[in-house]
């Protein structure tokens, strides 16, 4: 299956994940959700929101990747795919007329390419380190199947508030991390499925959404720890 075309793609109100660096060694990459405001093809650059943390006027002259999900046909499961692009400034943009925001301004991409590499290290919590997850409107923690850096997958059984959510809706989550830290996060629906042998169960895949970078160091540190403990266990040492 070819890429999605260019056009479809880079066009107002669409999403789009900065990738803006990386630390193999710590399985860390710092990771900014924008929306594109406008494009202007023929002069070769895009306009989309500033971040947050934000991008800085340091920063220009930086190549950086955007990625994006891409659904063929609203069933199809989604694919990741990314492109190249430099910053090229930061500027005030008219939302309307009066209404002034901070933007910035991307080199307009030449292709796409399949993003298969994932972007954080996912493990499963284990009973050393407990970690709870909460929605709103229900009292116990929620079964998480797996945490990183980027986001959770976690399970629940049947709650209408998570099965009324489609995908690309945003709601906030508290995550207790044995009650060293707990967070309240903006996350964003990224994939719910169901497995035919637990009916009664439904799962669900979030992403984390601007979150501080003290935040992000935080939950790479947790993933790390966990990692730790599960070789341990592994080599008898627990």
């Known amino acids: 299956m070819p890429p999605p075309d ?16 990386a630390n193999e060694d710590r399985n860390w990459v710092d990771v900014r959700s924008t929306i594109i405001y406008d494009v202007f093809p023929n002069d070769g ?56 925001v901070k933007a910035v301004r991307l080199k307009y991409p030449k292709y796409f390419y399949r993003r298969n590499l994932r972007f954080f290290y996912r493990v ?6 407990p970690i709870e997850l909460y929605v709103p409107g ?23 508030f998570l099965e009324r959510l489609k995908k ?14 707990k967070m309240k996060v903006l996350v964003e629906v990224v994939r719910k499925f169901a497995k035919p042998e637990m009916p009664k169960i439904s799962f669900m895949a979030v992403k984390f959404l601007d979150l501080p970078p003290t935040d992000r160091e935080f939950l790479v540190t947790v993933v790390k720890r966990i990692e730790r403990i599960i070789l341990r266990k592994r080599a008898g040492l627990i």
Not at 168 to 181: A, Q, T, Y
């Open 168 to 181: 690309g809706e945003r709601f906030r989550l508290v995550i207790n991390f044995n009650e060293e830290k």
């Open 6 to 21: 260019i056009k479809r793609v880079i066009q107002p109100s669409t999403k789009l994940d900065l990738i803006i660096g």
């Open 138 to 160: 229900y009292p116990e923690s929620l079964p998480i199947i797996d945490i990183s850096g980027g986001g959770i997958c976690f399970s629940h059984p049947k709650l209408d």
């Open 45 to 100: 650059y895009f306009i989309v929101a500033q971040t947050d943390p934000p991008i800085l006027n340091s920063m220009e002259g930086e190549t950086i990747e955007a990625s994006f999900l891409w659904y063929e046909d609203p069933t199809s499961e989604p694919k990741r795919y990314a492109f190249s692009s430099i910053i090229q400034g930061l500027e005030d943009y008219e939302l309307s007329r009066g209404n002034s």
């Open 124 to 129: 499963t919590p284990v009973n050393e380190y």
